[in-house]
Structure formats: structure tokens, C-alpha cells
T-cell receptor, first 114, second 114 residues
Framework: DGGITQSPKYLFRKEGQNVTLSCEQN?????MYWYRQDPGQGLRLIYY???????QKGDIAEGYSVSREKKESFPLTVTSAQKNPTAFYLC?????????????FGSGTRLTVV | AQSVTQLDSHVSVSEGTPVLLRCNYS??????LFWYVQHPNKGLQLLLK??????LVKGINGFEAEFKKSETSFHLTKPSAHMSDAAEYFC????????????FGKGTSLLVTP
């Protein structure tokens, strides 16, 4: 079955360390997105990519980086510059440019800084 | 720029009574509008979406929403609440200006009492 796989489900990071969250999709979707969810804040957009080798900053990109070398993969790196990284991270994909439909969400990664 | 305002952070209803979750949006472009639901420790599920065809949109589990351009509103309703409706609900807007990324409201927590 097609879908989005996020790994790991839970992740612990020491302060000052970079950590990379994985997001893989087999839906043949062109567009991929990273969101951060905090209690009472809804989901906020970190980065998005509409095509391979191209990506744009979302509303809260500071302290994060991404790459899009393959259509199927959109990893997110949480750097030491991110002041408050403890949150729930959701990856999503959609059919592609010119469409807001056909969104699929992964099951998320819960990151905790210890 | 697009934005979404969910007017109530918490709504409490009795089982069997109507549900109204309010949402206002702003968008400089022709928006796409959605309602998503998130049950505790579960992923996001699409309830319904506005496709610019019919202004009254019917979704799953008896929910519906009406797009009112003059009021810039997209309120979610259900005639009779069920205990299983207790969850977090997100109103979402998307337009071409942000690459069709989803812009989430902060959420409304629905409590259903017996």
C-alpha cells in the first residue's frame, strides 16, 4: 500500500546535537512538506518542496534544514540553532503543483531534547 | 498572505446536541479550505474539503461545512454529537501563494459529555 513513512517514531536528542528525521513516500507525489505541532499551536509549516532539488522556507524555518535529492525522500535536520526543538513533527505529501488536494500525512516523529 | 482563525479553542457539547466549530479565513487568492480531525495519539484525518463547486460541503461522519465568501467563514457543523467525536479539529486554508502548503488554525478541542 502507498503511504508516508516517518522514522523514528520517538527521538531523543541532547542539547547541541543535530538530528535528522526521515520521511519517505511511495505515492509518486511531487510535493512534500514538514510541519511542527505544539500544544495549542496547531501545525506550523517548516519547509516545503514542490519538486526534486528545490525547496522553500515555511513560517518557522529557522534552525531547520532540508534536502530533496530524490522524489521519494524529504529528510528534515533539526540543528543546534533551533532553540526549542521539542515537538511533534509531521511530514506530508501531495499530488503536486497546482493542487491542494490529495494530501497524505505520516504518523509523525516526537522529538524530545534531554 | 493567508491565515486561519478558529474562534474557539475549546467547545463542550452534550451527546446528541448540535456541534458548531467556527472558522474564519483570509486569503488573497482563491482558497481551498479543509477541516481535519485529530483523535488523541492518532494521525490527522481529512473530514471535508471545499472545492469551489458547492458552497455546502458534506464530509465524513455526518459533518458538513458551509463556505461563505462574504463572511470569509467556513464553519463546521454536525446535527447530533457522538461521544466518538471528541477530538481536536483544525480548519485549514491553502492557496497558490504558498505552493499549496496547508495553513492550519490553532485548533478547537471538542469535548462531548454524556
Amino acid at each position: 500500500d502507498g503511504g508516508i513513512t516517518q522514522s523514528p517514531k520517538y527521538l531523543f536528542r541532547k542539547e547541541g546535537q543535530n538530528v535528522t528525521l526521515s520521511c519517505e513516500q511511495n505515492l509518486n507525489h511531487d510535493a512534500m512538506y514538514w510541519y511542527r505541532q505544539d500544544p495549542g499551536q496547531g501545525l506550523r509549516l517548516i519547509y516545503y518542496s514542490q519538486i526534486v532539488n528545490d525547496f522553500q522556507k515555511g513560517d518557522i524555518a529557522e534552525g531547520y534544514s532540508v534536502s530533496r535529492e530524490k522524489k521519494e525522500s524529504f529528510p528534515l535536520t533539526v540543528t543546534s540553532a533551533q532553540k526549542n526543538p521539542t515537538a511533534f513533527y509531521l511530514c506530508a505529501s501531495s499530488i503536486g503543483r497546482g493542487s491542494a488536494y490529495g494530501y497524505t500525512f505520516g504518523s509523525g516523529t516526537r522529538l524530545t531534547v534531554v | 498572505a493567508q491565515s486561519v482563525t478558529q474562534l474557539d479553542s475549546h467547545v463542550s457539547v452534550s451527546e446528541g446536541t448540535p456541534v458548531l466549530l467556527r472558522c474564519n479565513y483570509s486569503s488573497s487568492y482563491s482558497p481551498s479550505l479543509f477541516w481535519y480531525v485529530q483523535h488523541p495519539n492518532k494521525g490527522l484525518q481529512l473530514l471535508l474539503k471545499y472545492t469551489s463547486a458547492a458552497t455546502l460541503v458534506k464530509g465524513i461522519n455526518g459533518f458538513e461545512a458551509e463556505f461563505k465568501k462574504s463572511e470569509t467563514s467556513f464553519h463546521l457543523t454536525k446535527p447530533s454529537a457522538h461521544m466518538s467525536d471528541a477530538a481536536e479539529y483544525f480548519c485549514v486554508v491553502s492557496d497558490s501563494n504558498s505552493g499549496y502548503a496547508l495553513n492550519f488554525g490553532k485548533g478547537t478541542s471538542l469535548l462531548v459529555t454524556p
